[in-house]
């Protein structure tokens, strides 16, 4: 997910410090979230084997279900960027949304 890590002395105050038997051994700098979805996006596109806007609209909207479980469209300006990915408008993006809460009767 972009994660780097770092030595214990160079953790900032958002950083995530592990510890083993009560010694400060890593620290784990984690990404932001819009840079998170950057990677989720380049990581379904190797997983399907070519850019996500060339894939036919059932493995799109598959896509948006999969990005909403990562929470995707939590982050700002998340429709628009995997809109931009799929080479979709944002209107189709949230009716692949709509049409998955329908479905499961939200």
Request: proline residues 4%; negative net charge.
């Amino acid at each position: 997910m972009g994660a780097e890590l770092l030595g214990p002395d160079q953790a900032q105050p958002d950083d995530v410090v592990l510890a083993w038997e009560g010694r400060d051994v890593i620290a784990v700098r984690l990404p932001q979230l819009s840079d998170s979805l950057d990677h989720i996006l380049a990581a379904l596109e190797r997983r399907h084997g070519m850019p996500l806007a060339d894939l036919d609209r059932k493995a799109k909207q598959s896509v948006v279900r999969t990005l909403e479980a990562r929470g995707a469209f939590s982050v700002r300006h998340g429709v628009e960027t995997v809109a931009g990915a799929l080479g979709v408008s944002r209107f189709t993006v949230y009716n692949y949304l709509n049409r998955e809460h329908t479905a499961k009767g939200e």
